[in-house]
């Protein structure tokens, strides 16, 4: 029986190929689940015109994330973070201020396409790669910046007067 694939089966092939199987696997267990189609010349002609449909479709989609690739190649992300006397940073840049500075430079993403391997705790140049479709992927230019935090001196404070306990009363000895 030659039955056309409709997704992908293990051991079997991939959505869109033709197949020779056994009548009953293919009658019994395929067809039903709705997993293949009999291989007849109105089915494959319907599947081949699908199929050229959702390649278009998917074409559509890829250049799209092309140009926001491009756009993100041109821009450079700085960000000013609170470190330490040991040059350590307090906390880390994280996905979504990564997000934000992206948007304000008129590149509107969504947090979680864009793939932090390790916490970026140090100041320095980093380059973030940003998934945006399995077939694109671009890269953003991190620079972090530590700038230290002033710490105003202390002014000496004036010595507090005393203050006494309660039942305790101040008593002049006179001679």
């Known amino acids: 029986m030659k039955l056309l694939l409709k997704e992908d089966v293990d051991g079997l092939g991939f ?5 020779e199987v056994k009548d009953g696997y293919g009658r019994n267990f395929l067809i039903p689940k709705g997993k293949a189609l009999l291989a007849t010349p109105n089915n494959l002609k319907a599947f081949n015109h699908q199929k050229r449909v959702i390649q278009g ?4 989609v890829i250049a799209a994330a092309q140009t926001i690739a491009d756009e993100i190649a041109k821009v450079t992300c700085s960000v000013k973070k609170k470190v330490g006397d040991t040059g350590k940073m307090f906390g880390s840049v994280t ?23 390790e916490p970026i705790k140090k100041s320095g140049e980093y380059k973030i790669p940003v998934k945006l479709h399995s077939e694109v992927t671009a890269e953003i ?3 972090v910046e530590g700038e230290q935090e002033v710490v105003a001196p ?5 010595p507090a ?8 009363a101040e008593v002049e000895v006179k001679e």
Do not use: F, N
């Open 57 to 60: 479709k998917v074409t559509k």
């Open 154 to 158: 202390a002014e000496p404070a004036e």
């Open 161 to 168: 007067p005393e203050v006494k306990e309660e039942g305790e």
């Open 15 to 19: 959505c869109g190929d033709e197949v």
């Open 141 to 143: 230019k991190l620079v």
């Open 95 to 117: 996905a979504q201020e990564v997000a934000d500075l992206l948007k304000d430079q008129g590149v509107d993403i969504d947090r979680r396409k864009i793939q932090i391997a």
